[in-house]
């Protein structure tokens, strides 16, 4: 047996001690190992699973100005993740087996890390048709309007849920509703997009799951949302680490649907830490001219997948979460909602992870590798990876992107 790679002195969760021998870019062994090539020292440092981010936005097409495959992929191993899902609310949006095959292609071509790519949930799509193109699940449904999508009436909703059920796949739902408040400031936008109105979406989704498809809600932003959920619950970053006072009301880099809510709901929402299924960022890059816009015309969105790691690599080192929470929410939990192999430290399991130093560092906007190269987190205190290995090739050291090629994941359905 050919050993590729190993990591010596690794620290699993448990505190245990090992070396993991990687082949074939799986882990062939972890123990004790006997080898002088190819080696790197874990020792003082945190080796975990790589993440996969459930959500991102890597625009391209007509968007490619905010964010393409090799910008998008490159900020997401910066941060520590080799697997994204992008999101089908691109322009034009991915409703049909052609443009599908379309943005496969791109990823295929651009892509430094491991992708999946969702269908659209809209009322032009053709469900049917993406599945067998490789979906890798439906949506996010936009039960609301947000930046790029549309809201689908509810008998849309009824009738696209039945459509996702009867082909076996899972359907992303953006949960939200919108009044008639005018979203001048961040005070105002979270009062336009309340919190109990996320809540009454998720209630309301379900009522209209007739068929009882399998759900997984995105980007919940309250306590009570997640408690609400029969379904995968996701929640990012910025839910978690922001609220709408530690911004100035008019600051349109903080604007994003859902809202950043009031400090109170934030710390609501942490205390459900453990309920939580998946931490995702919902990176949803503009520019920085469109981010200086006035607040009323700025697009809705944070750019976050380089920082999903680092800022929870933080809060574990200020011991807010343990380590292994942070693992079940950003690699153990996401892929089993996927369907999607497991990686980590066990025989047979995929050789993707991320080596942390034991050190803090302030987030700065210029280091981001997103196109926009601004971070609405820039001061905040974070930990980035030295090193992040996907099936058992170092991709990326210190800084340096090495050679990389990139692996689609598609959905069960997919017929070659
Ligand atoms: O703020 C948001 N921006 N929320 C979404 O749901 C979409 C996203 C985007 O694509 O810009
Ligand atoms: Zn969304």
Redesign the pocket.
């Known amino acids: 047996m050919k050993i590729d790679l190993t990591l010596k002195n690794v620290t699993l969760p448990d505190g245990i001690v090992k070396d993991l021998t990687i082949s074939n870019g799986l882990v062939e062994h972890s123990g004790a190992a006997n080898v002088r090539e190819n080696i790197i020292d874990c020792r003082g440092l945190i080796v975990i699973p790589a993440a996969l981010d459930m959500h991102v936005?890597m625009r391209g097409f007509e968007q490619e100005y905010k964010e393409d495959w090799k910008s998008g992929s490159e900020s997401a191993v910066a941060g520590g993740v080799t697997l994204v899902v992008d999101?089908p609310?691109t322009i034009p949006p991915l409703e049909c087996p052609d443009l599908f095959k379309k943005r496969v292609g791109e990823a295929l071509e651009n892509s430094v890390c491991d992708f999946s790519i969702n269908g659209a949930g809209t009322e032009g799509s053709d469900i049917s048709g993406l599945w067998s193109t490789g979906a890798l699940a439906f949506g996010?449904i936009?039960v609301a309007s947000?930046?790029?999508?549309s809201a689908l009436s509810h008998e849309s909703i009824r009738e696209i849920l039945g459509k996702i059920k009867n082909n076996g796949a899972l359907a992303t739902i953006?949960a939200e509703t919108i009044n008639s408040t005018p979203a001048v400031g961040l005070v105002n936008h979270n009062l336009s997009r309340p919190g109990p109105g996320e809540t009454d979406a998720v209630r309301m989704v379900e009522q209209l799951n007739v068929n009882d498809c399998r759900l997984h809600y995105?980007?919940l932003s309250t306590k009570e949302s997640v408690l609400a959920a029969n379904g995968s619950t996701e929640v990012t970053p910025h839910h978690l680490f922001f609220s709408l006072e530690m911004f100035k009301d008019t600051d349109p880099v903080a604007?994003?649907?859902?809202p950043i809510r009031t400090e109170k709901e934030r710390k609501a929402l942490f205390s459900i830490w453990d309920r939580i299924d998946v931490i995702a960022s919902?990176h949803?890059?503009?520019t920085r001219e469109e981010k200086s816009l006035k607040f009323e015309e700025a697009?809705?969105?944070?750019a976050g997948v380089e920082t999903l790691l680092p800022l929870l690599m933080n809060a574990v080192l200020e011991k807010k979460i343990s380590l292994n929470s942070v693992i079940d929410k950003t690699s153990k939990n996401p892929r089993k909602i996927l369907d999607i192999p497991r990686n980590g430290f066990n025989k047979g399991e995929i050789a993707d992870f991320a080596i942390f130093p034991k050190i803090q560092k302030r987030i700065m906007s210029d280091e981001m590798h997103t196109k926009a190269k601004f971070s609405a987190f820039e001061g905040k205190n974070a930990v980035f990876p030295d090193i992040v290995i996907k099936n058992g090739d170092i991709i990326y050291n210190k800084g340096e992107f090495f050679t990389s090629t990139p692996k689609w994941y598609h959905g069960r359905g997919y017929i070659q």
């Open positions: 936005h999101q609310n996010e936009f947000s930046s790029y999508g953006h995105c980007h604007k994003v649907n859902p919902d949803a890059p503009h697009p809705s969105g944070i």
